[in-house]
């Protein structure tokens, strides 16, 4: 009878180190769950701000006018500088009236802004006329041909009108918002799980 008390304690004792064990994983499970789900969260947040900010990011715009400004060629995905190289203008010009006149239309400030069309246009009107003076008067120590003047403008007016329009009617706001917004709905469906068949299911 003592040998079988004995026994009956080991039992007892076994299935309370068992139901510990296994309440012990549980939990464990749940943490790791938790935290796979916020690391989760975290890449899904910073993947919206990268979004966001490629969406308004357009430095690599100018940068591109001005490889094709020096006269540059793109080969392969690389701007690389042909021999020979026939540039349409040279570095002061593009540092002293591309970089400056430019840069305005494509900052975050002035493409997250609300204006109206009236507004736009006159801002438009003025650079390019401003740029056109410029390019007039300093041909010379800018190294422009005049065969040139019409593909220069062309594509300085072209930068300036894809950062001009985004601030059309707070455009820029209103189409990053709702673009995170989809993306927020998206992520939220790919976290919910498809719960688990039952018996009767």
């Known amino acids: 009878m003592f040998e079988q008390l004995f026994t009956n304690k080991e039992e007892k004792e076994m299935v309370r180190r068992e139901s510990e064990a296994t309440r012990f994983q549980r939990e464990q499970n749940a943490v790791e769950a938790g935290s796979v789900e916020t690391n989760q969260d975290l890449i899904d947040t910073q993947g919206k701000s990268d979004l966001i900010r490629w969406q308004q990011e357009l430095q690599d715009e100018l940068q591109e ?97 894809a950062g001009s329009f985004r601030a059309l009617q707070g455009w820029t706001k209103k189409t990053d918002s709702t673009i995170f917004k989809r993306v927020e709905t998206s992520s939220d469906h790919d976290h919910v799980k498809t719960p688990p068949k039952g018996l009767f299911t």
């Open 65 to 161: 006018v001005i490889f094709q400004l020096k006269g540059y060629m793109k080969v392969k995905g690389q701007w690389v500088k042909p021999d020979p190289c026939n540039p349409l203008c040279n570095d002061l010009f593009i540092e002293s009236v591309v970089r400056p006149q430019i840069t305005p239309f494509i900052s975050r400030n002035f493409i997250n802004s609300n204006f109206d069309i009236k507004t736009i246009l006159a801002d438009l009107k003025h650079t390019s006329n401003e740029i056109a003076d410029n390019m007039a008067d300093g041909y010379d120590k800018y190294n422009i041909k005049f065969e040139n003047y019409d593909l220069i403008t062309r594509l300085l007016k072209n930068l300036m009108k």
